[in-house]
């Protein structure tokens, strides 16, 4: 690039001689020296994920290029976390192509013993998710640790994470699936999700912001689409369809137009459908709080540009989205200090949102839960299915995950924080997996 010709030289060449081969020692050497003086930084996330992957029992192979390999895991403390290494100098001494041909990452798998339609790969590298995706890996996940996340998912990784938290091993001790990272994809497991449903039967759960309708900027403007509505009249004629949401019961009907399905609002608190209605009756004797409440942050929050409350029959929701970030840590504290004055409410927080609830034990999981004896539902032989987006769902999928039919789906970037066992990375996608449960069902 710069003009410079020098001589390529030969692999016996010394650090001192000024050719290809020499400065590629020289540099080496240097290299070296700066990782005994200086060591090496380490990505917190990969080193607590991997550390807690190896506690658990989880095959673990390191697969590099580099014939640096041993001597950057050494200084950086982690060289005893894998079974398996496949680094630069085992792909010369065994002449392994490298990336983007599978070759050094098929030979990980052998070394560990296992399949690699039951492994995964987490590459950082475009060539790397090329080579995983060439050696049929079951799973391959890009780490976006700049502006690469694009690049990345073009390049054919099935997930694009940004923290290696955002992965889960399964831990449930449970028959293991195809998938060796828990969530797996919705989509890539829709045969086998097909397969349970074809033979059991299906009661679907569905949430709407989020879910059914992508965020937007105020609640009014989550208009559900045509295509997704007529996916989920589809379902409905056919099997168990509720949509559970934090919104109230009367604004979601009216938001979703669907008749025939049963409609749980306020987190559960309110549900009705065809021949069932309930309304929790402890949570309602805290109506006299809530309205206190609302009063009370209202003049909270006043002054704070972009904040607004949402008043609904059982909670009071205070949105911050359009607050600047600054400014948000004042949302915060009112919220915290109204409900420190009111010991019969909880606060719940969800996307962009702050929450006072009634203090009751009720949630979307003991709704679903309600819902499945109500609707004759036997979780024990039917696959439920529930599919949401944000922490207020969190209670759902863990309420299914008791049962071996029970599926959460999660929507979004997959955490590894998440209780659900898959996931779809939008709206677009559960348009998409909504067509699985259709075929299913046929």
């Given at each position: 690039?710069?003009?410079l010709s020098?001589?390529?030289?030969?692999?016996?060449?010394?650090?001192?001689?000024?050719?290809?081969?020499?400065?590629?020692k020289?540099?080496?050497?240097?290299?070296?020296?700066?990782?005994?003086?200086?060591g090496?930084?380490?990505?917190?996330?990969a080193?607590?994920?991997?550390?807690?992957?190896k506690?658990?029992?989880?095959?673990?192979?390191?697969?590099?290029?580099?014939?640096?390999?041993?001597?950057?895991l050494?200084?950086?403390?982690?060289l005893?976390?894998f079974q398996?290494?496949?680094?630069?100098?085992?792909?010369?001494?065994l002449?392994l192509?490298?990336?983007?041909?599978?070759?050094?990452?098929?030979?990980?798998?052998?070394?560990?013993?296992?399949?690699?339609?039951?492994a995964?790969?987490?590459?950082?590298?475009?060539a790397?998710?090329?080579?995983g995706?060439?050696?049929?890996?079951?799973r391959?996940?890009?780490i976006?640790r700049?502006d690469?996340a694009?690049?990345?998912?073009?390049?054919?990784a099935?997930?694009?994470?940004?923290?290696?938290?955002?992965?889960?091993?399964?831990?449930?001790?449970?028959?293991?699936?195809?998938?060796?990272?828990e969530?797996?994809?919705?989509?890539?497991?829709?045969?086998?999700?097909g397969?349970?449903?074809?033979?059991?039967?299906?009661?679907?759960f569905?949430d709407?912001?989020?879910t059914?309708?992508?965020?937007v900027r105020?609640?009014?403007?989550?208009t559900l689409?045509?295509?997704?509505?007529?996916?989920?009249?589809?379902?409905?004629?056919?099997?168990?369809?509720?949509i559970?949401?934090g919104?109230d019961?009367?604004?979601?009907?009216s938001?979703a137009?669907?008749?025939?399905?049963?409609?749980?609002?306020?987190?559960?608190f309110?549900i009705?459908?065809?021949?069932?209605?309930?309304?929790h009756?402890?949570?309602?004797?805290?109506?006299?709080?809530?309205?206190?409440?609302?009063?009370?942050?209202?003049?909270?929050?006043?002054?704070?540009?972009?904040?607004?409350?949402?008043?609904k029959?059982?909670a009071?929701?205070?949105?911050?989205?359009?607050?600047?970030?600054?400014?948000?840590g004042?949302?915060?504290?009112?919220?915290?200090?109204?409900?420190?004055?009111?010991?019969?409410?909880?606060?719940?927080?969800?996307?962009?949102?702050?929450?006072?609830?009634?203090?009751?034990?009720?949630?979307?999981?003991?709704?679903?839960?309600?819902?499945?004896?109500?609707?004759?539902?036997?979780?024990d032989?039917?696959v439920?299915?529930?599919?949401?987006?944000?922490?207020?769902?969190?209670?759902?999928?863990?309420?299914?995950r008791?049962?071996?039919?029970?599926?959460?789906?999660?929507?979004?970037?997959?955490?590894?924080s998440?209780?659900a066992?898959?996931?779809?990375?939008?709206?677009?996608?559960?348009?998409?997996?909504?067509?699985?449960?259709?075929?299913?069902?046929?």
């Amino acid at each position: 690039a710069r003009g410079l010709s020098v001589p390529e030289g030969s692999p016996e060449d010394g650090p001192d001689a000024d050719t290809v081969h020499g400065l590629g020692k020289r540099k080496n050497e240097m290299f070296h020296r700066l990782l005994e003086t200086d060591g090496v930084e380490v990505f917190s996330d990969a080193r607590e994920q991997i550390r807690s992957w190896k506690d658990r029992g989880l095959k673990l192979a390191v697969v590099s290029s580099s014939k640096n390999c041993v001597p950057i895991l050494k200084a950086a403390g982690m060289l005893d976390l894998f079974q398996a290494k496949v680094d630069g100098l085992d792909a010369q001494r065994l002449g392994l192509d490298g990336k983007p041909a599978p070759d050094i990452f098929l030979r990980g798998a052998e070394e560990l013993g296992v399949d690699p339609a039951r492994a995964a790969i987490v590459e950082d590298a475009i060539a790397g998710v090329e080579a995983g995706r060439a050696g049929r890996f079951v799973r391959v996940a890009g780490i976006a640790r700049g502006d690469t996340a694009d690049a990345l998912r073009e390049a054919g990784a099935d997930v694009v994470l940004h923290d290696l938290r955002e992965l889960e091993a399964d831990e449930t001790g449970r028959p293991p699936t195809r998938c060796a990272i828990e969530p797996c994809s919705a989509l890539v497991l829709g045969e086998e999700i097909g397969r349970k449903i074809a033979k059991h039967g299906l009661a679907l759960f569905l949430d709407y912001d989020g879910t059914l309708t992508p965020i937007v900027r105020h609640p009014s403007e989550a208009t559900l689409s045509e295509s997704m509505r007529e996916r989920v009249r589809a379902l409905a004629d056919r099997t168990t369809v509720a949509i559970v949401s934090g919104r109230d019961r009367a604004d979601v009907e009216s938001m979703a137009k669907l008749e025939g399905i049963v409609y749980a609002g306020s987190h559960g608190f309110d549900i009705r459908g065809p021949k069932i209605r309930m309304e929790h009756e402890e949570a309602s004797a805290a109506l006299s709080d809530l309205d206190a409440a609302e009063k009370e942050i209202a003049g909270g929050i006043e002054e704070i540009e972009g904040a607004w409350i949402e008043r609904k029959r059982f909670a009071v929701t205070v949105h911050f989205r359009e607050v600047a970030e600054a400014e948000v840590g004042r949302v915060t504290r009112a919220i915290e200090e109204v409900a420190g004055q009111h010991p019969e409410l909880r606060r719940m927080d969800g996307k962009k949102i702050h929450e006072l609830l009634p203090d009751v034990e009720w949630g979307k999981g003991r709704a679903v839960r309600w819902l499945q004896e109500a609707l004759g539902v036997d979780p024990d032989r039917t696959v439920s299915i529930y599919i949401g987006d944000d922490t207020t769902d969190e209670e759902a999928f863990e309420a299914l995950r008791e049962f071996e039919l029970g599926i959460g789906v999660r929507v979004g970037l997959p955490l590894s924080s998440t209780k659900a066992r898959y996931f779809l990375p939008d709206c677009t996608a559960v348009e998409r997996f909504l067509d699985v449960l259709l075929e299913a069902g046929r």
